[in-house]
């Protein structure tokens, strides 16, 4: 089983609807939680991240993470054809015997299309 | 110009073949990072430098191997390509001393065909 499972979708929604996509996770030691977003034929590009538990807002992006469910979230309210991309949620925990985060662990990514 | 670039953008090569992606970065960071993407897998770690004496494996390293010439330029290689190698390559980076969680730059990645 991975260690980060993500609905890979596709997910298609109308102009303005609200979105939720949504990862599960099964190594209780990731402490950042991040979401990613791709266009096509580009490189993701960093959307939001949030540390430990709770929610963080940014425009109309929330992201939340219930650790005690290994679970995070990241909301889409109003959303634009622009926001069509792949979103991609990853983690990261501290280096074994380091104080800094290695590398990341990336879901499967959610192909999303939001249509006029 | 592009902090992080790959070369070539696309490639087409045939089964046997050895080749080559490059990959080069002008952030200053001393981390970088080969990831594979392939539709409904996401993104899977190959090789990972946190400076350019140390390599690592990632979660699928067989059949690939790199070499980190410098800070700024760190290469995959494919000594005999597959064609269930065929993926979206990325090349990323990020800064040790930078933000805590571990934030990567990534290229715009390098489409890899094998016949």
């Known amino acids: 089983q991975k260690e980060v499972e993500q609905d890979p979708g596709p997910l298609s929604v109308p102009e303005g609807a609200i979105v939720s996509l949504n990862c599960t996770y099964s190594?209780?030691?990731?402490?950042?939680f991040m979401w990613y977003r791709q266009y096509s034929r580009k490189g993701p590009e960093l959307l939001m991240y949030t540390y430990s538990s709770g929610n963080k807002e940014d425009g109309r992006f929330t992201a939340q993470v219930d650790k005690s469910s290994k679970y995070i979230s990241l909301f889409i309210r109003d959303s634009q054809p622009s926001d069509s991309a792949t979103y991609l949620c990853a983690m990261t925990h501290r280096e074994a015997g380091g104080t800094s985060y290695g590398k990341l662990t990336f879901g499967q990514g959610t192909i999303l299309t939001v249509h006029p | 110009d592009a902090d992080v670039t790959q070369t070539p953008r696309n490639r087409i090569t045939k089964t046997g073949k050895r080749i080559m992606l490059e990959c080069s970065q002008t952030k200053g960071h001393d981390r970088m990072y080969w990831y594979r993407q392939d539709p409904g897998l996401g993104l899977r770690l190959i090789y990972y430098s946190f400076d350019v004496k140390d390599i690592n494996k990632g979660e699928i390293s067989d059949g690939y191997s790199v070499s980190r010439q410098a800070q700024a330029k760190f290469s995959l290689s494919l000594e005999s390509a597959i064609p269930n190698q065929t993926a979206l390559y990325f090349c990323?980076?990020?800064?040790?001393?930078?933000?805590?969680?571990?934030?990567?730059?990534f290229g715009p990645g390098t489409r890899l065909t094998v016949l």
């Open positions: 190594n209780s030691a990731f402490q950042y």
């Open positions: 990323a980076t990020s800064d040790l001393g930078g933000n805590s969680y571990n934030e990567q730059f």
